[in-house]
């Protein structure tokens, strides 16, 4: 099983963001549940590096 970085980095990039932008949206505001769409979005950043180092194909690096 080959381990594809630039996918890795589309879906946790999109979740972050989905998490953090939901926040704004939902009656439910906890600072904790917005540190995880952070820290998400920004495991998706550094798995975008990774695979741009690696210069793997994909669709978003």
């Given at each position: 099983m080959k381990i594809r970085f630039s996918q890795y980095s589309l879906w946790l990039s999109?979740?972050?963001i989905v998490i953090g932008v939901g926040q704004y949206f939902?009656?439910?505001y906890s600072s904790n549940i917005l540190y995880?769409?952070?820290v998400l979005y920004l495991?998706?950043?550094l798995c975008?590096?990774?695979a741009f180092g690696k210069h793997e194909k994909g669709l978003m690096k």
């Open positions: 999109l979740l972050g939902t009656p439910i995880i769409g952070i495991m998706g950043f975008g590096v990774i």
